[in-house]
């Protein structure tokens, strides 16, 4: 691909090739993708890759690594387990020489009983001579073997001779498990509770990511991009319209408009499906925020704030309020226009929970909503508007994948599990904010790009909750020590280092939107091309 991660060298001379990778058929059945995922290519070692473990389901037990050189090239290979419950082997030579064309070796990957996850790790050593200098090729895979035993002893046809000691070791756990059953479970309560906070621990430390190696591939990458100054937008408009002038401005009467069914509903806001009769009789559907009457002063307020703040802009992918009904002793009314559209967040979770096929979503589709987000980001930004909540929940889509960017309004209350205080009394989307905007409340297009790195994030994980073992509290010192979000199960190595760049300490080191438009919509063709 052209554009390849952040890599080290080989110490090979520069005529020669050596390349290392999982062939279509492997990745297909571990990722879901139709692609190769290279260790190494053309001498280049893919650290990212290497950097993190490949899952490697329960009902794959064999992995296929397929490698080439066109030289002289020597290599040692050795395999082991950080559990003694799962049993590598390599079924090639563990020393010789690199094949001249492409070939693979196996090694299986054997499930003992009562055996759950174990880290496996693989180190290729190749060199042209051992007296000179070598290089490590450190792989590492996460075995699942939940159940796995049981396939293990039914199949007997592929070694008769394990059977015994598989029986043995059933036999010998139900004895041990009739003893000693309430103290295992106690210690297996504590090991979940330790397993889950330190797997939260372990998620991707980039600090690798906020160095020049990083940004000087993503910037080589995107150098036919337009850059303006990020400094000029952090304030606001000069010339924006008070509330009032806006709400005189889209003023509509209450009568002509009629509410339909719920689409989301809070402790005080709904979002309603409805319809408008305009002056001339014409109806059209839309839809409306609104409060219901236990909402305070000071919630309407905030409604009427945050649903205009959008009002005047003008872009295919923005949803811009059209009327605003204000009356006295009755709740306010926000109109939007509805185009059979649904709530991001919401849709992404139905993909996750449901049967539908038409509702699995494919790479290219979920890169065609991104570069829709970043064009109406970019107009965002030229326009001198900061958003400040860049969120799944704050976009709208409907059955022909065209997204909209709307306003905050109602959303604290819509999904409250989004939004934490931390004492101040004011409820914040803590989980999707930059840190200096965390620590400083500073906010810029830079903390813009840091949220749309979370968004990206949830396209690719059909809306996982972000960072869902770690406090609140803790966040900010978190990112500061350079724990971020892991990398999706499906998701391309390029796509993760955009979210990486996105997520760097310092705010002048992210990409801009602009940036960003150029390299995904070259990822977006590069994929077409294997398609």
């Known amino acids: 691909m052209k554009y390849f991660l952040p890599f080290l060298l080989l110490t090979f001379v520069q005529c020669s090739q050596f390349d290392l990778f999982l062939d279509y058929n492997d990745v297909e059945s571990l990722m879901g993708l139709s692609a190769r995922l290279y260790y190494v290519r053309h001498n280049q070692l893919n650290l990212n890759a290497m950097q993190y473990p490949l899952e490697v389901p329960s009902f794959i037990n064999t992995l296929n690594l397929t490698w080439s050189t066109n030289y002289k090239l020597l290599y040692k290979l050795t395999i082991q387990s950080d559990k003694d419950t799962v049993l590598p082997k390599l079924n090639s030579l563990s020393e010789g020489d690199v094949p001249n064309s492409k070939s693979t070796f196996t090694f299986t990957l054997s499930c003992l009983p009562n055996s759950d996850i174990a880290i496996i790790k693989v180190l290729v050593q190749v060199s042209e001579n051992w007296q000179s200098d070598s290089t490590n090729i450190h792989l590492r895979f996460k075995k699942f ?24 070791q059933v036999f010998f756990y139900y004895m041990i498990a009739g003893g000693s059953i309430l103290i295992g479970l106690a210690i297996i309560c504590c090991l979940i509770s330790t397993y889950h906070r330190d797997n939260a621990r372990n998620l991707m430390i980039v600090k690798g990511f906020q ?137 992404l979770q139905t993909c996750k929970t449901t049967e539908n096929l038409s509702c699995t979503l494919t790479t290219r589709e979920i890169i065609d909503m991104t570069l829709q987000i970043i064009s109406g980001m970019q107009y965002l930004h030229k326009n001198r508007h900061l958003h400040k909540d860049v969120a799944a929940r704050n976009c709208l889509i409907n059955q022909e994948f065209k997204v909209l960017i709307t306003d905050n309004a109602l959303s604290r209350d819509l999904f409250p599990s989004d939004y934490h205080c931390l004492g101040d009394n004011k409820n914040r989307p803590i989980k999707w904010m930059a840190i200096e905007s965390l620590e400083h409340k500073k906010f810029s297009t830079a903390s813009d790009i840091w949220s749309f790195g979370i968004l990206l994030w949830e396209l690719l994980t059909l809306c996982q909750q972000p960072y869902a073992d770690i406090d609140p509290f803790e966040m900010s010192a978190y990112l500061q020590d350079g724990f971020r979000l892991n990398q999706p199960v499906n998701c391309p190595d390029e796509l993760f280092t955009v979210m990486a760049c996105c997520w760097a300490l310092a705010p002048n080191e992210r990409p801009t939107f602009s940036q960003l438009f150029v390299f995904m919509n070259e990822f977006n063709n590069q994929l077409v091309k294997f398609v």
């Open 145 to 168: 073997c939940v159940d796995n035993y049981l396939n293990e002893i039914s199949n007997t046809t592929e070694d008769n001779r394990s059977l015994p000691l598989y029986y043995e």
């Open 211 to 347: 160095n020049n190696e990083v940004n000087t591939f993503l910037k080589s990458a995107l150098n036919s991009s337009n850059k303006f100054n990020q400094k000029s937008l952090s304030g606001s408009k000069s010339n924006i319209k008070d509330l009032h002038e806006c709400i005189v401005e889209l003023s509509i009467q209450r009568q002509r408009v009629r509410l339909l069914n719920i689409e989301l509903e809070g402790t005080f806001g709904r979002v309603y499906k409805g319809s408008y009769t305009d002056i001339n009789g014409e109806e059209e559907e839309v839809f409306v925020k609104t409060v219901t009457d236990q909402a305070s002063a000071v919630q309407i307020s905030v409604l009427l704030h945050e649903g205009l703040s959008m009002y005047g802009l003008n872009h295919k992918n923005i949803l811009t309020i059209q009327g605003v009904s204000v009356e006295q002793h009755v709740e306010p009314f926000l109109l939007y226009p509805y185009n059979n559209n649904k709530n991001l967040k919401k849709f």
